[in-house]
């Protein structure tokens, strides 16, 4: 496909299941990032992958988050444990390199812990 | 202090007329501004990037930096009941490293018929 692929669009999980999250990017695309986004805020970072290196996962907010990303191209958000403010939605974008170019994303993850 | 601010809005237009949508940041390094639009319920759709301070025109988009002033503005003309969405105001802080993005909260844009 031609842009950021993610899967699945919509989750439900019982408080305390673990979830998975995947994001294909954009074919050739160095980096991936993934993103939070609470309901009628912006999007917050989680973390970034050049390849198949993690670079930054400043954002991830508690040992429960985990991202990889093993062969550099498709990424799996996993979140352990799940806690209701885990509802959100989850984004993640690409862009081809490591320069300032715009980040392309897909469509997201709404997650619904209940 | 947030690192991106934008007037949360509502922001209210009559058919036709230009929106102008504002934003500011704290960090004075940053090197790049995005404006990405979000539909209800869909992924944020790039609009405009710009890199140096002035403005950039696309369409019925026009972009204006000012690094001085830490803003950046989004101007639609002939605003279409279609433009009607949550605009976000997104910058890149670092010089190098990791250019993961800091966005606003948005500001949301209806325009009336």
């Known amino acids: 496909g031609a842009g950021v692929s993610q899967s699945p669009r919509y989750k439900v999980a019982k408080r305390g299941q673990d979830v998975a999250l995947r994001c294909d990017p954009i074919s050739g695309h160095v980096s991936l990032f993934w993103y939070q986004q609470a309901l009628g805020q912006g999007p917050e970072f989680l973390t970034y992958f050049q390849n198949e290196a993690q670079l930054d996962k400043s954002g991830l907010p508690s040992d429960r988050f985990f991202a990889e990303r093993p062969e550099g191209s498709v990424s799996t958000l996993k979140i352990q444990r799940t806690q209701q403010e885990d509802s959100a939605v989850y984004l993640c974008a690409s862009n081809p390199g490591t320069g300032n170019q715009p980040q392309h994303f897909g469509d997201g993850t709404r997650l619904s812990i209940l | 202090q947030k690192e991106v601010e934008q007037n949360s809005g509502p922001l209210s237009v009559p058919e036709g007329a230009i929106a102008s949508l504002n934003c500011t940041y704290s960090?004075?390094?940053?090197?790049?501004f995005f404006w990405y639009r979000q539909y209800s319920g869909k992924s944020p759709e790039l609009i405009m990037s710009?890199?140096?301070?002035g403005d950039k025109e696309d369409g019925r988009f026009t972009a204006q930096l000012n690094k001085a002033s830490q803003y950046v503005s989004l101007l639609i003309r002939d605003s279409q009941p279609s433009d009607s969405a949550t605009y976000l105001c997104?910058?890149?802080?670092?010089?190098?490293?990791?250019?993961?993005?800091?966005f606003g909260t948005g500001t949301r844009l209806t325009v009336i018929p």
């Open positions: 710009i890199y140096s301070n």
């Open positions: 997104a910058v890149n802080p670092r010089e190098t490293g990791a250019n993961n993005l800091f």
């Open positions: 960090d004075r390094v940053s090197q790049s």
